[in-house]
């Protein structure tokens, strides 16, 4: 049976690990996909159940920065955009738009609330414990996040000082934002993230439609949907800035062609929207587990007509699981 959930719901098999010709796991977990308006074109569990989308809502957490940069006359770059956006590796390109961004707000790399962790990329890190330094709060998969948030204070002239508290103008700034695009009526409950800022819960259901509209973002005020685009647009231009090099979100997002606005997040959370054909998917793995999410997420938008035809992603489609020899014994398929 599928696993009960604490709000009454049931989770979804939604992929196997097998060893061998036996199936050794399996994660459930629940999916939504919705067409350009919102409307609801296939449910995997239920959709209206809340999740912590966790980084997965980071772009739309960044799209208000942008709509204000744009409004004020500043002029960011692709990697600053997509840094803002990202959980990313701490790789030096990545230090350095998030400094870049930092400077524009006024801030110093003390202003960043996010705490420190070491970098994921493994040069970065290997240069701190050679150097006997601990990493700092710029190495947070989160800094990006955290220099828009501190850019956005010091465009609306707020405190950078509490940036990170709900009640917050940048805070406020940003429930505004999902509220709209996610089409939710009631109000926000939260949690505190990983990074420190608060992670808003919101339906399934509401993340898919949340990143139609920034896939298709003609409904929006001026200043948002450009934002929008250029979202979509830097996630194009600079996919490495997003995560990291080499990585599976780093691939997908280039093999989209511009078409995606992407984003994963901690604890099995994902959400995409497409602008051709027109749709905006989101998915939470029960277990939290993410190593399922690319056969997941590639089998829903093979379904969808929304799949790229690259070699490269179609690898990604069951991921092999090899033993400590190198030898593959068995995959991760998705099931949905």
């Given at each position: ?80 955009i ?37 970098p ?21 998969n ?25 009640g ?9 934002v ?84 992407s ?21 939470k ?52």
């Amino acid at each position: 049976m599928p696993p009960a959930m604490p709000d009454g719901t049931e989770d979804v098999l939604l992929a196997e690990v097998t060893r061998g010709p036996l199936v050794e796991s399996r994660h459930y977990g629940r999916a939504v996909v919705v067409d350009g308006h919102g409307h609801v074109l296939e449910t995997i569990g239920s959709q209206e159940a809340p999740i912590l989308p966790r980084s997965a809502i980071k772009p739309l957490q960044a799209l208000p920065t942008i709509a204000l940069a744009r409004e004020r006359g500043v002029a960011l770059t692709d990697g600053e955009i997509a840094v803002m956006c990202a959980s990313h590796a701490a790789e030096p390109f990545h230090l350095a738009a998030v400094r870049a961004l930092l400077a524009r707000a006024g801030a110093s790399e003390a202003d960043l609330h996010c705490g420190p962790h070491m970098p994921g990329h493994a040069e970065t890190a290997r240069q701190l414990l050679c150097a006997g330094q601990s990493p700092l709060p710029i190495h947070n998969n989160c800094s990006g996040k955290h220099a828009g948030m501190l850019l956005m204070a010091h465009l609306l002239g707020a405190p950078l000082a509490g940036y990170w508290e709900e009640g917050h103008p940048v805070q406020r700034r940003i429930q505004d934002v999902l509220l709209r695009l996610g089409g939710i009526a009631g109000p926000l409950e939260w949690g505190i993230d990983g990074c420190g800022v608060p992670t808003y819960a919101m339906p399934l259901v509401a993340m898919a439609r949340a990143f139609a509209r920034l896939a298709h973002p003609s409904d929006l005020p001026p200043a948002e949907a450009a934002a929008a685009d250029a979202i979509r647009a830097a996630m194009f231009a600079c996919p490495e800035y997003v995560s990291s090099t080499g990585s599976f979100h780093a691939l997908l997002l280039r093999a989209g062609g511009g078409r995606f606005v992407s984003k994963s997040g901690a604890e099995g959370c994902h959400a995409i929207g497409v602008t051709d054909p027109p749709l905006g998917i989101a998915i939470k793995i029960g277990d939290g587990d993410a190593r399922a999410m690319a056969p997941i997420l590639l089998a829903l938008l093979a379904r969808h007509g929304a799949l790229p035809a690259d070699p490269e992603l179609e690898r990604w489609r069951s991921v092999p699981v090899p033993n400590t020899r190198g030898a593959i014994v068995g995959s991760i398929r998705a099931v949905v």
